[in-house]
């Protein structure tokens, strides 16, 4: 489909800017940013428009409608089937149009703007013991307006149904501006509605003779299953669903209304969970046995695969969740609930024991956070199976089709076939309670002859599923991926029908065109055939981890917006500040992938739309865990950095920060003079007004000696060290060796009172992580080569690497061989590369203990949370009888150069007071601030909070060494 051009779009502006409050996007970078959803598919729209109310909603669509443009009404946009983009104006409800007005406990019901997360009703509903029952793996962001487009369902439709379930009332309004209120509709109101004039009494005219013209034929070809979702529910206007029209409206995709507001109902949410893990040979066994669990009555029955498992292992090993998997091949997580944990557990036993004479094994699960880490491999599962384990890409678009759960073993086998008939490969998980089935496939979208066997594929599918009763869609919807098959689950006189229904609402066809009737073909506008990458791809970083390098990495984000939830984990906090797309994980995404293709971000590596969409971005690596598949934003925006800033003027913070390792080393003789003259106010400006430093800011004071010359003074250890006694060779990282070397010397004491021998490089190191950051690659790569030459008598005798700042172990743990993919002692640096807490949780059983009992407020590294994980901190913190709470505080927000850099500082704050520091403010004052990375420190030093401490410094106090020798 052609994008639209300047003529098309700039009367529509002008027009639209006249007339709403909030914001009208028609830039090219608002415009690339709304161009994609969850599916597979790309289309430019005319522009975007974020009201700020409901008159904002109602002028634009009567300047569309006065105009003759399209309509496209839009949520969180994680649509899978191509719902949630057109080439039409955007009405963006997300930004503002986001509230819950109301909560009736009593009526268990509640009323929100479309623009709502799920979560967020949950949150207001759970106060009074109350949940809106359907809730898909996207519910911490996608939208109540969203999940009545769609028909959304998720785990729990076992229990609650699907949304038209529970969707009690709606005030839509029509293209044409109509606005009117719509439920069920007893026989006497329907008949005074259709005797109205004007277009509310056409409206009910119209869908009354359809309802009397196809209602036989509806009751006789409808599949009876309860995860029919494709098509209108035309079964809604019959007589024994009370002429429903909200619920005939839910699943419409936008291509009927704009949604203004949705009354809803609420269900009792036992307040207590409880969760049977049952294992099973394969998938197809398990499938064969949900139908006795049906009679149990759960909440939940869904399905996860071995290879599900194992691409989350590759992930991050040391995920405790997989370990207590009982044993098998595929799994099936049962939930029940109960007023109780006694309860839950009971009636989750009952299922473990009726489920064994099945031949299951099981694990009962009730701890919370256990719960949450089970949960979140199941969750993740649809943008984990993007990329599977062989490396190769995978797609969604036959990824949510049902059939009746006694017939989904047999679905399943048949299904498996027709993979490997079509050469084909996919990794299932879903829904099996309602038989919904999820996979992603490694379709080839990327060549001519690999769409057309896509389209093969989707017929035969289609016809499969339709062989075993079901339904083309389970939950997502049509949209672009399967509205075109629908001829194949319906008779042609029902299609006439769904025309007929789309026609009484739009006949002007402004509403989302192309979606269920008059479908748009299923293999055109796919994303990555229409929009291959025209720029170089001559980078500096390696991309090793994606078979086509950067290109590659721009397919990476499939659009599912995990970045865009409010809060849990560290990604997105650039997002969570601004709540704008750009500054998101996925919006950045889908700009670089836009300019890799040229055809909307026009100016290649120099754009400045994703320069300033980059701006915001922390470099924090949250995204690298977070992310279902792994994006990496701080290495793309690395990249970025260096090609767009090649042979030009960088920022003034690129040289003063960029350069941080040098400047440290060239000042720390004089580090009593520079300390001195940072106080004097009008020099402090000055320099942070020519470095580019946020004034904000205060500059950190140097330490008088660094931990290096501490370390190469100090007199011979008390105790002397065998001959044999084991190496390490301890990482001086710039920032402990010029502003933190008690703790340098503490980490040297612990390690010493353990028996290492405790080495330091004997000449100048860096890691490079400053120049990284900034995207100066170049010289990272040359500062790297001269620290291996430097390391290499360590590296060639086998010596571990010990870090104690984070950020640094990270670097040589990830971007390291990327920058230098062919050099050998990169890769032996990373393979020796330990953090502190690795080490010594090897010793923990010969830990003596002396003064137990600390209590510690843990912030964790966003680095290391995504590239060295925390067990091994919390097995050292155990054994040293450190009570430890840890923080789910995401990144401090000072992120390296980030906080420090002018523009920055409100992010950065916004990020450290969202749960770090008012959790710092709250702690009792014995509580320690345990925070290894520098940032974390001085982010929680310059909020003027209290001292927090390295894990070495907690280390040393508890085994009475260095300075907790002295302490008491």
Sequence with gaps: MQSPTLAQTSPVQRELAKVV????????????????????????????????????????????????????????????????????????????????????????????????????LRKAAGKHGLTFGPDPSTHNRCTLGGMIGNNACGSHSVAWGKTVDNVAALDVVLADGTRLKVGPTPEDELTRLCAEPGRVGQLYRDLRALRDKFGPLVQETFPDLTRRVSGYNLDQLLPANGFHLARALVGTEGTCVTLLEAEVDLVESPPVRALTVLGFPDQFVAADNVVPLLDLAPLTIESVDSAIVEIVRARNPRNPALDALPPGGAWLYVETGGETVAEAEHRAQVVARTMAGYGATSLVVTEPTQLRA??????????????????????????????????LGGYLRGFDTLLKDHGRKGIYYGHFGDGCIHVRIDFDLLTKQGVAGFRRFMEDAADLVTSHGGSLSGEHGDGQARAELLKRMYPGEILGAFEEFRSAWDPAGLMNPHRIVEPAKLDEDLRVFVAPPTIRSDTTLAFSHDKDGFFGATRR??????????????????YRATREEKHSTRGRARLLFEMANGQVVKDGWRSEEVRDALDLCLSCKG??????????????????????????????????????????????????????????????????????????????????????????????????LPADAPRVLLWPDSFTNAFDPDLGMDAVEVLESLGYRVEV??????????????????????????????????????????GLEPSCTALFRGELTDLLPDDADAATLRASTKTFAELLADRTEEFDVR?????????????????????????????????????????????????????????????????LLPAVRAADSEVVMLADGFSCRTQVRQAGEREPAHLAQIAARALGVGSGATRS
């Design 21 to 120: 409050r909030g914001p009208v996007r028609f830039d090219d970078g608002s415009r690339a940013l709304f161009s994609a959803d969850a599916s597979n598919y790309r289309h430019m729209p005319i522009g975007v428009v974020q009201p700020y109310d409901v008159d904002d909603v109602l002028a634009t669509l009567d300047v569309c409608h006065r105009l003759g443009v399209p309509i496209l009404p839009r949520g969180a946009g994680t649509s899978i089937a191509g719902n949630a983009i057109n080439t039409a104006v955007v009405l963006d409800f997300s930004r503002h149009l986001n509230a819950v007005l109301e909560v009736d406990p009593e009526r268990r019901r509640a009323r929100v703007q479309p623009g709502v997360v799920l979560d967020d």
């Design 374 to 407: 089970l949960w979140r491999v199941r969750e993740d599962g649809a943008g984990s199976t993007t990329r599977l384990p062989d490396g190769s890409e995978a797609y969604p678009g036959w990824e949510d089709a049902a059939v009746p759960p006694q017939r």
């Design 557 to 574: 984000c499939m659009g599912v917006g995990k970045c865009l939830s409010a809060d849990g984990g560290v990604m997105c906090p650039s």
């Design 623 to 720: 995204c690298k865990t977070d992310c279902p598949v792994n994006v990496d934003m701080a290495s793309y925006k690395a990249e970025f950095l260096s090609k767009h800033y090649a042979g030009r003027i960088r920022p003034a913070s690129h040289y003063s920060m960029g350069f941080l390792p040098l400047w440290l080393r060239l000042s720390a003789p004089f580090a009593k003079a520079v300390n001195a003259l940072a106080k004097v106010r009008p020099l402090a400006n000055l320099a942070k007004k020519v470095g580019g430093i946020a004034p904000e800011r205060a500059i950190p004071e140097f330490a008088p000696a660094t931990f290096l010359r501490r370390f190469r003074s100090r007199p011979a250890p008390a105790r002397a």
């Design 761 to 802: 490089p004997d000449g100048p190191v860096c890691c490079g992580l400053t120049w990284v950051s900034t995207g100066q690659l170049g010289v990272a790569k040359r500062v790297l080569r001269r620290t291996l030459k430097t390391l290499k008598p360590w590296l060639d005798a086998g010596v571990p690497v010990v």
């Design 851 to 915: 003064r137990p009992g600390q209590r510690a407020l843990v912030q964790v590294h966003c680095h290391q949370h995504a590239e060295l994980g925390f067990t091994s901190d919390r097995k050292v913190l155990a054994a040293l009888g450190v009570e430890a709470e840890v923080l789910d505080s995401g990144c401090c927000g000072l992120a390296g150069n980030f906080g420090f850099e002018k523009g920055h500082y409100e992010v950065s704050m916004d990020a450290a007071e969202r749960v």
